[in-house]
Structures are given as C-alpha cells and as structure tokens.
T-cell receptor, first 112, second 112 residues
Framework: DGGITQSPKYLFRKEGQNVTLSCEQN?????MYWYRQDPGQGLRLIYY???????QKGDIAEGYSVSREKKESFPLTVTSAQKNPTAFYLC???????????FGQGTRLTVV | GENVEQHPSTLSVQEGDSAVIKCTYS??????FPWYKQELGKRPQLIID?????GEKKDQRIAVTLNKTAKHFSLHITETQPEDSAVYFC???????????FGRGTQLTVWP
C-alpha cells in the first residue's frame, strides 16, 4: 500500500528514554522526510534527506536525530531532549524534483 | 523560507453543495502545489496537484486554481458527499529542492 512503511503504528515511551521510529520505502525514491503532526498545527518538517548519507534539519529538529545509511531507510530517533514528544509522526518520500510525496501510515508516539 | 496560510480551518456544508478552501504562499519561486486529504487516523493522500505553468486543473468533482500574481491557490469540490469529510491540506514546494511547506489544514464536514 503506497510502498512506504512505518513501524510501529503505536509506541509508548517513558520520559527520559530515547525511541526510534522506522521508515522504509521500496519506491526507489531519493528524497525522504519526517513530519510531526499535532492537532491544529498541520504538518511540520523535522528532517529531510535528498540523498543517501546526507540530511538537513527542518523547522523543528531540536530533540530529534536521523540517519540515511541506505536509500530505502530513514529512521527517526526521538531523544530525551525533545520536551513534548507525544504526537503523530509521518514519514514521506518522493522522487527529487517536482513530484508527489507519498506518506507512510504514521506512528503515534505517546510518552507516559 | 516559504509560508503557507490556509483558510478556513473548519468548513461545514450540506451534501450536494460546493466547498472551497483557499491558500496563500509567500515564495514567488514556489512551483508545485499539491492538495492532500487525510481521513481520521490515516495517512495524507494526494488528491490533486498543480504546477506553476498551469492556471487550473480538474479531476471529476475536484478542481484547483492557481493565481501566481496574487500567490494564492484554491481547492474546489463540487457536489460534495459525506465521504468527502476529512482534513484537507494545501502545500507549496519552495525554492529549496524537495521541501514541501504545508498549511494548517481544513476540517471539512459534509452533512447528509
């Protein structure tokens, strides 16, 4: 379904713990993105990567880290430095240039 | 960077009526404008997009118009149906390659 998979769908974390969200795509897309979605806030960009071994900070990168060691994978780590991590996280990918972004089904992270 | 404003934040219409959602953008270099539909708890999915060399595009009951001079674009849904109820996001691809900027979303409710 869409060729981009996020796991897990739901994730619970204790305060002070790091957690990694998985994003895998088999669309052979060069670009991948992580967005955070909060009610009434739209989609805010955390990090994006246009090519393997390269990534850039988005608008709300503080408290997050990423890696892009393989073209098909772009994991996001939510660190303990992120003050308000409870949110819905969406991963997306696109062919670089002027084309559609495809979204994964999202991971809902709750800090308990 | 780019700034995308979207209005209204909520919209209620009777089944069969038309719905219009409007967005403005700030970066005159933006050249790609997609619209996404997100049903509750699901991933955003592209419903229509338009590029800067086109003024209008239609796909069945959905149309998008773009006014580059005024830097605004709009989504028009005709003959609305209850299954059109969802959150709709507009976006603009700015001068930074591959980077989409999203509006805050419009919750559309279609009453039977």
């Amino acid at each position: 379904d869409g060729g981009i998979t996020q796991s897990p769908k739901y994730l619970f974390r204790k305060e002070g713990q790091n957690v990694t969200l998985s994003c895998e795509q088999n669309l052979n897309h060069d670009a991948m993105y992580w967005y955070r979605q909060d009610p009434g806030q739209g989609l805010r960009l955390i990090y994006y990567s246009q090519i393997v071994n390269d990534f850039q900070k988005g608008d709300i990168a503080e408290g997050y880290s990423v890696s892009r060691e393989k073209k098909e994978s772009f994991p996001l780590t939510v660190t303990s430095a992120q003050k308000n991590p409870t949110a819905f996280y969406l991963c997306a990918s696109s062919i670089s240039d002027n084309t559609e972004a495809f979204f994964g089904q999202g991971t809902r992270l709750t800090v308990v | 960077g780019e700034n995308v404003e979207q209005h209204p934040s909520t919209l209620s219409v009777q089944e069969g009526d038309s719905a219009v959602i409007k967005c403005t953008y700030s970066d005159s270099a933006s050249n790609y404008f997609p619209w996404y539909k997100q049903e509750l708890g699901k991933r955003p999915q592209l419903i229509i997009d338009i590029r800067s060399n086109v003024g209008e595009k239609k796909d069945q009951r959905i149309a998008v118009t773009l006014n580059k001079t005024a830097k605004h674009f709009s989504l028009h849904i005709t003959e609305t149906q209850p299954e059109d109820s969802a959150v709709y996001f507009c976006a603009a691809r700015g001068s930074t390659l591959g980077r989409l900027y999203f509006g805050r979303g419009t919750q559309l409710t279609v009453w039977p």
